[in-house]
């Protein structure tokens, strides 16, 4: 089995777009979406559920107030500063700022901190029109992002050995973090969607640096490609010197949002320019796969 | 006065508004805290007077004093420890520097070093009218995961006197989290269509989590459909400022130029919303 991230480093570029089209267009595959704090490929997908389940990230602590006698050694120790006291309440965790080490518990002398399992999100295999999927919705605010897109892939990898699938597209989240480290480590090959802008440029460089430094193989797209021809020129001389592969340039058309506002992939709604695009760029990234 | 600006999805124009605003407001304080993929410093053009190191605290094992217990490895919440035969192995990338492992050693064999896990870099650029404003990011370094601290340490050099403007990262999760807390104001900068909506529902719900007061910025506000209009009147979440796609501010974006800078007409929108923002904080 192959698998493929879709990544950008900065957001908006159109990974979820190129993710959304590949779906369609590939065939025997499973789709993992990797963004689990903003996820959005379901929107164009509407997946119904076939499972849910909750997804236990981690412990956090919890304080027994029949136990505490407020001497502070907690709020001395933390290094999050996840510990508020007022006089009134005493000594309460900030679920916010808490990063769950667990070194409270360990170290209040009357044991009355216990570490209890949370729940962090949900995570969900789905059937869609192109196959299944499996998504996850991190909780409001939690942490626990890169283990939930661990998950979330390793369910996916277990779906396409169970039904026999050569192929696991995963679309990925922004950044260079650790959900993008998660999201990233150990596919064979990864799709950096960028646009020409400093901003695009400057974040592609960081993704793609984050590529090297786990050696994965990377190919680039440019997204809006003719808004700016002389940055989009430049992302051709960095790919060159780099011995990058630029996979596909995309026009600036509205169609791209008018396909999303009606919940399609643009090779479905479309079969203009960029969906001809972005066909190509399907049969180079297949092709670079199977080699 | 401090101001996050946030979106939840990538790419509606977070550091469009963020620089923008920090361009026109008076005595302002600019502080990137989207330390994965920081791009403020290509449209405000800062002259950095400082750079400081970043570091994590992480265990350093006397192999002399240490017995093999294994007791840091069961506390170590991150699996950043292990006991394999007669080695305590270390994995790095996986600390989150929170010293549990240092406080249960018994054998008191654990000490701490610095690891590099990004930069901060601090200086200053000009608004509209000349006058200088604080300008600070953070860079975290390629490959390290763990970005909370870096935001943190930023942070620190947050000078209430002055307008704040936090540029957070996309998402809700951690980074994002971090970067909110403590905020006066939140504004979420969205694009009208269906990705636009559904990310800014998550980001306005870890806003209210943290008891943030919000206002909206509606980008591209001419395409897409008319979902977030729908969601702001039924939420009750005031709309601050509308910005219509233009292919020549796109143009200008795209090579680093700032929209105040560009059109007249634009700088204004910008000193009014900036005094939108301190009428609702002052509410």
Redesign the interface.
Known sequence: MKELTIISGKGGTGKTTVTAAFAILAENKVLADCDVDAADLHLILTPEEISSNDFVGGRAPQINYEKCTDCGECLRLCRFDAIDFSPESGHKINEFACDCCALCAWACPEKAISMIDTINGRWFISATRSGKMVHARLGIGEDNSGKLVALVRNQAKLLAQKDNLELLINDGPPGIGCPVTAAITGVDLVLIVTEPTLSGMHDMERVHGLCRHFDIPALVCVNRYDLNLINTQKIRDYCTEHNLKLVGEIPLDPIVNKAQVARQSVVEFDCGRVSQVVREMWEKVKQELSS | MIIAIAS?????GK?TIATNLALVAPAAQYLDC?V??P?GH?FLKPAIDKQTDVTLPIPLINEELCSLCGLCAT?C??NAIAVIGKKVMLFPELC?????CM??CPETAITETGKVIGQLEQGSAKSVTGDKFTFTHGI?K???????PIIKRAKKLIENERFVILDA?????????QTL?GSDYCIMVTEP???GL??LE??I??AR??KIPCGIVINRSD???QGIKKYCQRENIPILLEIPFD?DL??A????EAAVNQSPQLRESFQNLHLKIVAEVEK
């Open positions: 939840g999805k990538g790419g509606t550091t989207d994965e993929e791009n290509l506390a919440e991150f989150h520097g929170c010293g549990t406080f249960v975290s390629i490959g390290n995961p763990l970005t909370p990262p996309p998402g809700t999760s951690c980074p994002m989290v807390i269509t269906p990705f559904n990310d998550l980001a719900g870890v989590q943290l395409s897409g459909d292919r796109a143009f974006y795209s090579k680093g």
